[in-house]
């Protein structure tokens, strides 16, 4: 019962989460605090009810940046070429066209395509706005490439009748130590094509419409890039 559950409870599980995926841990911690707000405002607790996910010191992260470079990209691309998959090479060859994010990519339908316009429509962003991202040329002709699924709407359809592709991970960390480049997460290829973005003399502002960024302070870490031009 949530009436039930402490803040020992939550500061153990965080701790015990953080020994090994300390970013993981304070994420965890946010969903709860999110959850006990949700459990006052629907009447699961009293209006004077605490949140015990509150005042539990998070770990410290450190500002990750952390992006492809010139050097990295072929042998990267060249990994991802070999991935067997073809939804999953396709996906990691449009996170570097897009730079869109992980869940909202996967979460696309083919329904969500404008190929006269050029535009993926993406309905579910983090942001909490739908989102149109203009696609290039390249990505334009993979998408029409990608097999669809009969009776699957999504464009990367997963194991599961009707539902999208959800793991990638295990496809993700095969390739980038095959590519040399343990350390790259999913989420550095989107700010990769920021970076990429950045050193072709494009404004933060475009930048930060492209990546769609709710915050012009996520989008200031380009901010060195474009002066270096």
Do not use: C, M
């Not at 949140?51 to 072929?74: G, H, M, S, Y």
């Not at 290829?189 to 970076?195: H, N």
């Amino acid at each position: 019962p949530v009436n039930s559950i402490k803040r020992e409870d939550i500061a153990s599980l965080h701790n015990k989460i953080g020994r090994n995926a300390p970013y993981e841990a304070n994420r965890t911690l946010a969903l709860l605090s999110k959850i006990f707000d949700l459990a006052i405002r629907w009447g699961f607790l009293s209006e004077s009810a605490s949140d015990p996910a509150r005042r539990i010191d998070k770990f410290k992260e450190e500002k990750r940046d952390r992006w492809v470079t010139p050097a990295e990209l072929p042998q990267l691309t060249k990994a991802i070429d070999l991935e067997p998959n073809i939804h999953i090479r396709n996906a990691l060859w449009l996170y570097l066209l897009t730079g869109v994010r992980k869940s909202e990519l996967l979460n696309a339908k083919w329904e969500d395509i404008d190929f006269n316009r050029k535009e993926l429509r993406l309905n579910n962003t983090k942001s909490g706005r739908v989102h149109y991202l203009p696609l290039s040329p390249a990505a334009v002709t993979l998408i029409q490439a990608n097999p669809k699924l009969e009776g699957n709407p999504y464009l990367f359809p997963g194991a599961l009748k009707g539902k999208p592709l959800v793991n990638i991970s295990k496809s993700w960390l095969r390739i980038r130590k095959e590519a040399g480049v343990p350390d790259i997460r999913i989420h550095d290829l989107r700010r990769t094509v920021g970076s990429w973005l950045a050193q072709s003399g494009n404004s933060l502002h475009l930048i930060g419409k492209i990546l769609n960024h709710s915050s012009v302070s996520t989008t200031q870490v380009y901010a060195r890039l474009t002066e270096d031009n």
